[in-house]
Nanobody, 114 residues
Framework: QVQLVESGGGLVQPGESLRLSCAASRSIFSFNRMGWYRQAPGKQRELVASITSSGSINYADSVKGRFTISRDNAKNTVNLQMNSLKPEDTAVYYC????????WGQGTQVTVSS
């Protein structure tokens, strides 16, 4: 069993920043891929950013240039730095890890509102 615990969500104003962290119960390098997804009310869950074990990174078009996914080896976390936040970024953000199956965290709420 794998546990993924997200943190760092909250309420911010448009244009501000947040940093999400995902702590895994085993080495983040043991997964083929880790990523961040989000789900807004009434919408499907969508990929925000992902990083493979080899370091290949992928971003959704809507967040390119604003969000950055990274790994912190010392803390064994995968992080999502979110800058220039917009109201449309409001969603529950989920951490995902994949090996022979997909693992999910419980989610953290991000609300962008003035």
């Amino acid at each position: 069993q794998v546990q993924l615990v997200e943190s760092g969500g909250g309420l911010v104003q448009p244009g501000e920043s947040l940093r999400l962290s995902c702590a895994a119960s085993r080495s983040i390098f043991s997964f083929n891929r880790m990523g961040w997804y989000r789900q807004a009310p009434g919408k499907q869950r969508e990929l925000v950013a992902s990083i493979t074990s080899s370091g290949s990174i992928n971003y959704a078009d809507s967040v390119k240039g604003r969000f950055t996914i990274s790994r912190d080896n010392a803390k064994n976390t995968v992080n999502l730095q979110m800058n220039s936040l917009k109201p449309e970024d409001t969603a529950v953000y989920y951490c995902q890890a994949g090996d022979s199956r997909w693992w999910w965290g419980q989610g953290t709420q991000v609300t962008v509102s003035s």
